[in-house]
């Protein structure tokens, strides 16, 4: 009894907040007893605040001589993307996030979604109607083009991305940003693809997923993990990285195709000891390095992605429906 306070008063100190009579929005449903050493069974899940479109694609600012600390995330059919700061503020970061022209139909889903920091904290943004990544100078605010086509056809619509330690951009193109999707007469691609952008070069990389999504590296990037969205085929793919960047022997990771929740594999993030945080049917689902399901965060609305955040990592954000929540963790995340 002892410990546990001591462990609540040390997520009280570290998060700054008084969640102690705090109703845990949601809980964490344990299947390993391996998810002790990820996250607590009885850890309190906070809503930090909601009324969004859909949100997506979150990324956590360290605190830097231009920013303060605070956490960038998507919603994507108001075509912004948001910022909330640690004092509980939300305000709009940037306007057109995803779709800079005019006329898109009611409700498509046009505006950024996947957010992630290049290796020198600029800000590299999937923007679905604009069918590009797009890079943010974080210092001087001058947006760049880094990729909109492949082979001379446009791309689908970036989702999410991952940025590798060499500095090479890898991203996910399925087709959610154009109103038909596979059927859309805009599209151009005859498949979704898993790109790399590296010297300013797009390399395909895999196209045989149905629905492309989440992305995500284990700590030492031998491996890449792909989530595949689509309600025939909800599975999590793991490829070996070679040393050239490219990716092969692809397996499955896990498959969550029997699962009636609602909810398809989505974004993912992965922390220092290499578990898997993937938004899924019913919650986040967390697993091993060797694919064992540990446990998940089952919230009141379904998850699209998530982020670590604060100043240790040990935060899990995470962005669903039209909610934004956070929780603590017992493991740092890998951080962008």
């Known amino acids: ?186 599209k151009e691609l005859s498949f979704n693809g898993v790109y790399r952008l590296a010297h300013g070069k797009l390399q395909l990389l895999y196209k045989d997923l149905s629905r492309p999504n989440g992305i995500a590296f284990s700590p030492d990037e031998k491996y890449l993990y792909v989530g595949n969205s689509d309600a025939a085929r909800k599975i999590w793919m793991r490829f070996d990285v070679r040393p050239d960047g490219s990716i092969a022997n692809g397996k499955l990771f896990y498959d969550v195709t029997k699962e009636a929740a609602d909810g398809l594999p989505d974004g993912m993030k992965v922390d220092t000891k290499g578990n898997l945080y993937c938004t899924g049917p019913g919650g986040v689902w967390i697993f091993s390095p060797e694919g064992k399901h540990l446990g998940t965060i089952q919230l009141p609305e379904i998850p699209a992605n998530c982020a670590f955040g604060d100043r240790d990592q040990q935060t899990l954000y995470i962005t669903a429906r039209t909610g934004l929540y956070r929780v603590r963790l017992n493991v740092a995340g890998v951080r962008p």
């Open 1 to 186: 009894m002892i410990l546990g306070m001591q462990r609540n008063v040390g997520i009280l100190f570290l998060m700054g907040v008084a969640l102690a009579s705090a109703q845990s929005e949601g809980h964490v449903s344990k299947a390993a007893p391996e998810l002790d050493q990820v996250i607590w069974e009885d850890a309190k899940i906070e809503k930090l605040g909601g009324g969004f479109g859909f949100v997506e694609g979150p990324v956590w600012i360290h605190a830097g001589w231009i920013y303060s600390a605070c956490l960038l995330f998507s919603d994507i059919p108001n075509n912004v993307i948001r910022k909330w700061t640690p004092g509980g503020k939300f305000t709009v970061f940037r306007e057109h996030s995803g779709f800079s022209g005019s006329g898109a139909p009611a409700g498509a889903l046009i505006g950024s979604n996947g957010l992630t920091l290049d290796k020198r904290g600029h800000l590299v943004i999937c923007e679905h109607g604009n069918r590009r990544v797009e890079r943010l100078n974080m210092r001087t605010g001058k947006a760049v083009v880094l990729a909109d086509k492949y082979e001379g056809k446009r791309l689908n619509s970036p989702n999410d991305a991952v940025v590798k330690s060499d500095g090479s951009i890898y991203f996910t193109d399925p087709p959610y940003g154009l109103p038909k999707e596979d059927a859309d007469p805009q």
